[in-house]
């Protein structure tokens, strides 16, 4: 494409009225100066406040400033143990012992910015660059549901290649290919900041979650690490999701990229993210919360100098802190992190995980590893099915109900239902079902053999008689073919 239309795209991108709309008394919800004072004057918590505070995420009540910020600070160790185990409490009383799985999908790494950390950005000469046609991404999708998933995230680099159009018609071709028994039932989307119009333009394909991570809340840290192109637009960026549920997608995810900044203002950032949704948003804030940690890249020496990368220990509480102060929010960690660092973070809260991922565009067809067609380098590489066998052994079920997406249990109704703790009800069900039909069709003998018996466990957990021998029932009929079956 050349130099000029991709200019000109640019130009007509950011429509600046559709950030100030959502700006109070034209203040952004981010204010600089007024975390780093929360962060101080709650400097060095009792005990007892910690308590309270562990106490009032427990009631699944989200957290205010004052009180992550307390929590954030917190130095003794047999205080963070009662928050790790608190964590693991929430998440069992929201979601029960139940984990969602899926696949990154990357569709295009074409992109007009020039993030410092990342592999795709326009200034790396060394990242091959690739736009995956129709064909190459229904090969794509089939490699994948020949695999088992049901869910994917859709990633797509910033340019007039990858627009809203291309984006609506690759959703289009994920919910339209079948293979064997499965298909893709929840294609959510990780895509630049788009304007209200063209959000609605994807609503009307049946977008799952939109996902925008503001990467970090820190102002000058952002505009030091964005230098050009459109991301260098901070406040474009901070309301992108803001313009995504004012135009009808339900269900948006927030995130960070820790390593840019120091993490406990950017766990603040986050919950003031959350805030300001739920505020504007009659109760519904992010559906999702990301934490990814930055990882190396091909040819990106900033990940080497930076001064802000977070310890493993550091990692396991900011995940810990997040679960306390959004209680119903789901929250995703994914293969960037190492098995061992995943299989134990997961235990402090987390709801979902994405397993078997291939990063590199055209990677899963085509069962290569290509550095440089990846955005950074994954830390976990087993499969789908190494990953649910290591979840069973840690007691988890995992899950790829999408049927509440589809019977509208998103936004306002799915909010009011994970603040009240009911999800487990609706969901573990549609969580046995479908793990059933993993087992059935795509399990290896060994991971059949260890995970089989979640199925009879959590069957026997499901609290209402009824509810249970509807389930029974189902699993007879999907043990006889049936499959797609959900409460
Ligand atoms: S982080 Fe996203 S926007 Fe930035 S260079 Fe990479 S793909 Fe482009």
């Known amino acids: 494409m050349e130099a000029v239309s991709v200019k000109k ?19 952004d919800f981010i204010n600089e100066t007024s975390i780093q004072e929360k962060l101080m004057a709650n400097k060095q918590p009792e005990k007892q406040r910690i308590r309270e505070i562990i106490a009032k995420a427990l009631e699944l009540n989200r957290l205010n400033p004052d009180e992550t910020a307390a929590l954030l ?7 963070w143990q009662e928050m790790y185990a608190a964590g693991l409490k929430i998440k069992q009383k929201v979601y029960g012992r139940r984990i969602v799985t899926f696949a990154p999908l990357y569709i295009s790494n074409y992109c007009v910015n020039n993030c410092v950390y990342c592999g795709y950005r326009i200034g790396n000469q060394e990242t091959t660059r690739k736009r995956m046609s129709m064909e190459e991404l229904a090969a794509e999708i089939k490699a994948l549901i020949s695999k088992g998933h049901k869910r994917l995230i859709m990633v797509y680099g910033e340019h007039p290649q990858s627009d809203v159009h291309y984006i609506a018609e690759t959703l289009q071709v994920a919910y339209s290919t079948k293979e064997g028994n499965g298909e893709i039932r929840r294609a959510n989307v990780n895509a630049a900041p788009l304007a209200i119009d063209d959000y609605k333009i994807l609503r009307d394909v049946g977008i799952g979650t939109f996902q925008v991570f503001q990467e970090t809340y820190h102002r000058p840290t952002y505009q030091r690490l964005h230098p050009s192109g459109l991301k260098a637009d901070y406040a474009w960026r901070l309301y992108s999701l803001h313009r995504a549920m004012e135009a009808g997608v339900d269900d948006v995810g927030i995130g960070a990229l820790f390593g840019l900044y120091d993490w406990k203002y950017d766990v603040m950032g986050l919950l003031m993210h959350t805030i300001d949704l739920e505020e504007r948003f009659g109760g519904v804030g992010p559906h999702t919360i990301s934490f990814p940690r930055l990882q190396p890249a091909v040819n990106t020496p900033f990940v080497e100098e930076d001064p802000y990368l977070v310890r493993d220990d550091i990692f396991k509480k900011l995940v810990t802190v997040i679960r306390l102060s959004v209680p119903y929010t ?5 293969a960037r992190e190492n098995a061992a660092i995943r299989n134990d973070v997961i235990n402090v809260g987390c709801t979902q995980i994405d397993a078997g991922s291939n990063i590199g565009i055209g990677g899963y067809s085509e069962e290569t590893l290509d550095y440089n067609r990846q955005q950074f380098i994954l830390g976990d590489n087993r499969s789908l099915d190494e990953a649910i066998r290591d979840m069973a052994k840690l007691g988890y079920i995992t899950s790829f109900c999408t049927a509440g997406y589809r019977c509208g249990r998103t936004g306002n109704y799915f909010m009011e239902i994970a603040q009240k703790g009911k999800v487990h009800n609706l969901c573990m069900p549609n969580a046995i079902l479908t793990f059933k039909e993993y087992l059935l069709d795509y399990a290896s003998d060994e991971t059949r053999n260890e995970a089989e018996f979640l199925i009879e466990q959590e069957l026997a957990a499901l609290p209402s008689e009824q509810v249970r021998k509807s389930v029974s029932e189902m699993l007879n009929r999907i043990e006889n073919g049936a499959r797609d079956l959900f409460l």
Do not use: Y
């Open 9 to 27: 795209w640019m130009d007509n991108v950011i429509k600046p009225e559709e950030v100030e709309k959502f700006r109070k008394n034209g203040k």
């Open 330 to 334: 789901g929250m995703i960690l994914t």
């Open 73 to 79: 600070n917190c130095t003794d160790e047999e205080l």
